[in-house]
């Protein structure tokens, strides 16, 4: 597991923190990976579900809504919130989005049916009821990322490493050790 944005990686469990609020954040992908817990980016275009569980008494107490955005941002992984409230029209880059609400049982669940690769961008926004002040987290995430670049750095190691063989001589030498073991086994 990775995370970027909002959400940390603290000991093999994603955390998503919202100024001094934290919750315990994760993504599965039931039709196709089971229980397999994602803390960020996601493998396939399927319905995915987000789990956030409060670490904080009084965010049972607090309105919560969840959104997720195209990333019109064009900064990927690096969105922060000052990349978000730049966006002119939010509602048009809106893909999901689940209102305030409170959730008094601690734990916060979403669905959405994602139906294409690419970036997005998930925000969340509380506001404390004791001060009006609001907290706001974002975390950048792929979706359909499967295999993602891993194939195109094999190639490129192994193409790397054969220009590296040829190029020192060292494929010529093995080619003619190999031709004369086969000649001398006839």
């Known amino acids: 597991m990775q995370a970027h944005g909002g959400v940390v990686l603290e000991e093999d469990i994603c955390v998503i923190k919202m100024g001094f609020l ?24 399927t319905q995915t579900v987000f789990v956030m569980e409060y670490l904080h008494a009084s965010l049972r107490e607090m309105p919560l809504d969840f959104r997720i955005i195209r990333d019109v941002t064009g900064v990927g992984v690096f969105a922060r919130w000052e990349d978000v409230a730049a966006v002119e029209d939010l509602d048009a880059a809106t893909v999901f989005y689940e209102p305030a609400a409170v959730r008094d049982d601690a734990v916060f669940t979403v669905e959405h049916r994602f139906d294409e690769p690419g970036w997005y961008i998930g925000i969340v926004t509380t506001t404390y009821p004791d001060t009006g002040r609001t907290y706001e987290t974002v975390f950048p995430f792929e979706v359909g990322t499967n295999w993602g670049l ?34 001398n086994a006839r």
């Open 22 to 45: 934290s919750a315990h954040f994760t993504i599965y992908q039931p039709e196709t990976s089971a229980s397999e817990e994602f803390c960020e980016d996601i493998p396939d275009v």
């Open 150 to 183: 891993l194939p195109l750095f094999l190639l490129i190691g192994l193409g790397a490493q054969a220009a590296y063989l040829v190029f020192t001589g060292t494929a010529a030498k093995w080619w003619t050790k190999a031709h004369a073991a086969m000649g």
